[in-house]
């Protein structure tokens, strides 16, 4: 029904929606007020992947330092080197989700874990400082090194 403003205004392509710039998009579908107005929301936007927690040296959300690099070409998103010992936490930031928790996946054991509609993520993921982190969208795998 409506399209973010602040994000890519996709276009038509064959009766679906498309995008003219190719590459990794965040694509949120905001349905919270449905009911009422009939709306439905999208946003595409370019991601923001950060880490948070013990492994990235704090609780607080959205720390410059704690993003991660975008890249296109190879098709996948990499972090900064862990400053410290602790477990994983990654999370994709977006004006319209609420808080971080809301959007976090880990790296576990080669995939990508999502959060879903749970509770906290039962797994955890160690991290020692000077690792890094590799996600691979296209094949939902994941790395650290």
Do not use: C
Request: glycine share 10%; aromatic share 10%.
């Amino acid at each position: 029904s409506s399209f973010d403003p602040n994000g890519v205004t996709p276009i038509e392509a064959g009766g679906n929606l498309g995008i003219t710039t190719s590459g990794m998009y965040t694509i949120v579908v905001d349905i919270r007020d449905f009911d009422k107005s009939k709306a439905v929301k999208l946003s595409i936007t370019e991601p923001k992947v950060f880490g948070i927690g013990d492994s990235f040296g704090g609780w607080d959300s959205a720390v410059p330092t704690n993003i991660f690099t975008v890249d296109n070409a190879n098709k996948n998103i990499v972090s900064p080197a862990l400053t410290a010992t602790g477990n994983i936490r990654t999370y994709v930031q977006h004006e319209w989700i609420p808080a971080w928790w809301n959007a976090e996946f880990i790296p576990l054991n080669g995939v990508i874990k999502y959060r879903n509609n749970t509770g906290d993520i039962a797994e955890s993921v160690p991290g020692t400082p000077g690792q890094v982190i590799t996600y691979h969208f296209a094949d939902n795998s994941a790395s650290i090194n």
